[in-house]
Every structure is written in C-alpha cells, then in structure tokens.
C-alpha cells in the first residue's frame, strides 16, 4: 500500500476521494494528515481536527477485504480493527455502535466510510493529544505512525469477519447504554439487538450502520 504523509490538508477522506475521482491515485492507498482544516465526521458534521491526533484515511478494492465481510459493514469492520489494535497495546477503548471509539462514557474518535464503485474510502480520526470539552484524549501513549503502520499491517491480514464479529458481540452491551441515528432521528439502543451482518433491529426495523 502506498503511504502518503502530508503536514496538513483540508480533509484526508475528502482529498482521496477527489483524487480516486481525477484518477490521480489508485486502491490501495493511505493518506496521513497532521492537521486537518475541515475534517468530516459523520453525518457530514466537522471533525475538529486539531495538530497532534490521528487523521487518516485509506481506499482499497473490496476483492482486498474477507470475502465474509457485509459491505453495509466495513466501518464496523476497520473500526474494530484499530480498536483491537490499541487494545492490545493495553488501551481500554471499546467501539459503540457501529463507528465511534470510547474511553467509558466518552467519545475519543471515529470512522466513516464511503464506498465509491467498488472501492472504500475509509477515514479514521482519534484523539491522541487534544480533545473538546465532550470528549477525551486516548489512555495510552503511542506514536502515530506506528498506529497508522500497526492498523494498516492488521488489515493486510484480511481477518475475518466472522473473528471480527465474535469479539464486538460480546462487546456491544456497552453500546447499549447510549442511542444513535437513523436518518435525522436520533434512537437508543437500550433494547437493540446486533445481528451477525452488523445490523440491529430497533423496534422491529432493521437498522444498519451505513456509514
């Protein structure tokens, strides 16, 4: 995978889908910001995105992911990835439903993906070293490139999604605890259910993580 470090840009994952879009890069590749100046969270809202955390992104072909992965999915699956790459390095971060990381009850960072023909775009943002007042600052140290090398390296390995599921499975209580959005309406997951696809049933409605 190529590997592109930049001091700072506007916005990793809207930088590579511009350029995937002019036909200036090609799957597989990874773009390392220091600073963003409009960073994208999810539902189009900005990701503050101060020097100092960890914002990157990366597109790869879907024939480069497990063949048993859901595609509505994949945010749940490369979330889960990093999150079980800081947690063996002794963090105690865990992934609400379907897309952001948490320390306790606080967010510390995100994934969102976009799925462009038949490749995804995804962008990770996490905060190592500065977060607002709702949020918090990841519980250990750790070098950044080292994480965006040691997330990379783990999926390479095109670990499964049925591996992948088993663990968030036992997880997803915790996520239970909090609410998310569907559409515009903003919904609890106190009583959801998480089925093997990604998905929960909310009130009888099958609910998927789409982003």
């Known amino acids: 995978m190529t ?7 506007d916005s990793t994952q809207t930088q590579i889908i511009s350029n995937l879009k002019n036909g200036i890069i090609a ?51 490369f979330a889960f990835l990093m999150k079980e790459y800081l947690a063996n390095l002794g963090s105690q971060i865990w992934l609400k439903w379907p897309n ?20 995804f775009v995804c962008g990770i943002g996490l905060n190592l070293t500065y977060a607002p007042e709702f949020a918090c600052i990841l519980d250990i140290k750790v070098d950044k490139n080292s994480l965006v090398y040691g997330f990379l390296e783990n999926l390479e390995n095109k670990i499964s999604w049925k591996q992948i599921f088993s663990k968030f499975l036992l997880e997803f209580p915790l996520s239970q605890k909090f609410g ?24 009888n409605k099958k609910v998927y993580s789409l982003r």
Not at 101 to 118: H, M, W
Not at 181 to 202: P, Q, T, Y
Request: proline letters at 4%; charged letters at 20%.
């Open 3 to 9: 590997i592109e470090f930049v001091e700072s840009c």
């Open 27 to 77: 799957p597989p590749y990874c773009l390392v910001a220091n600073s963003q100046n409009n960073g994208v969270g999810s539902r189009g809202n900005e990701w503050i995105s101060e020097s100092g955390n960890l914002y990157f992104s990366f597109c790869v072909d879907e024939k480069f992911l497990p063949s048993d992965l859901p595609m509505s999915s994949a945010s749940i699956y």
């Open 100 to 119: 952001d990381f948490y320390l306790n009850d606080k967010k510390i960072g995100g994934v969102i993906t976009t799925k462009i023909k038949n490749v």
């Open 180 to 203: 998310t959005h569907s559409g515009s309406e903003e919904i609890s997951l106190k009583n959801a259910v998480l089925c093997d696809d990604g998905s929960v049933i909310i009130n």
